[in-house]
């Protein structure tokens, strides 16, 4: 438990059946729209979910969540096998709560448990400067081939060197829609 600059504890949870509707809200508050919202609630029914974690004050109980993030299935097809790995999206905390580490926290705590899934990597499409601090890597992420292009797609290896070398096609849930 921290207090991540709140002034208030924080707990970074797995997420659970019951805030389904808290973590819809959070999402959509965060983005202005519904897709991440919806995108979560096809991840959870496809089953894709492999990492989903919320920051919840600790006090009191009925605070609205601060922070959301998921990690969900990722194949890597290449080089003559399947990797398993995980697609990072959507990360999001409430405006009050952000540049507190906030969201660094839940996103360092479900790379962790992806790393003791057995994962291989973890991809990103998202802000550069913003996941370098992770380990994320455009370099690491110019040998798969996904309809992401360009520095904001980013890889990050779990297990060293899984990713040299490679040229892999990625398959990710389909609740992305993004067929394969």
Same mark, same amino acid.
């Given at each position: 438990?921290?207090?991540?600059?709140?002034?208030?504890?924080?707990?970074?949870?797995?997420?659970?059946?019951?805030?389904?509707?808290?973590?819809?809200?959070?999402?959509?508050?965060?983005?202005?729209?519904?897709?991440?919202?919806?995108?979560? !609630? +096809?991840? @959870?029914?496809?089953? &894709?979910? $492999? /990492? =989903?974690?919320?920051?919840? *004050?600790?006090?009191?109980?009925?605070?609205?969540?601060?922070?959301?993030?998921?990690?969900?299935?990722?194949?890597?097809?290449?080089?003559?096998?399947?990797?398993?790995?995980?697609?990072?999206?959507?990360?999001?905390?409430?405006?009050? !709560? +952000?540049? @507190?580490?906030?969201? &660094?926290? $839940? /996103? =360092?705590?479900?790379?962790? *448990?992806?790393?003791?899934?057995?994962?291989?990597?973890?991809?990103?499409?998202?802000?550069?400067?913003?996941?370098?601090?992770?380990?994320?890597?455009?370099?690491?992420?110019?040998?798969?081939?996904?309809?992401?292009?360009?520095?904001?797609?980013?890889?990050?290896?779990?297990?060293?060197?899984?990713?040299?070398?490679?040229?892999? *096609?990625?398959?990710?849930?389909?609740?992305?829609?993004?067929?394969?």
């Amino acid at each position: 438990m921290k207090a991540f600059g709140t002034g208030f504890p924080t707990t970074i949870r797995e997420a659970q059946p019951r805030d389904g509707a808290e973590v819809h809200a959070l999402l959509r508050e965060c983005f202005g729209h519904e897709y991440e919202a919806q995108l979560v !609630a +096809r991840l @959870r029914a496809e089953r &894709a979910m $492999l /990492v =989903e974690l919320v920051a919840a *004050r600790s006090a009191p109980p009925s605070a609205p969540l601060l922070g959301h993030v998921a990690f969900s299935t990722l194949a890597i097809e290449g080089n003559g096998g399947t990797l398993r790995a995980a697609a990072l999206a959507p990360l999001a905390v409430r405006p009050e !709560a +952000r540049r @507190r580490g906030l969201g &660094a926290s $839940l /996103v =360092e705590d479900g790379i962790e *448990r992806c790393r003791r899934l057995g994962l291989v990597a973890v991809v990103v499409l998202g802000d550069p400067a913003y996941y370098a601090r992770f380990g994320f890597s455009a370099a690491l992420a110019q040998g798969l081939d996904a309809p992401f292009h360009g520095d904001a797609f980013q890889a990050l290896e779990l297990a060293p060197g899984a990713l040299a070398g490679i040229h892999g *096609r990625l398959r990710y849930a389909g609740a992305f829609g993004l067929g394969g």
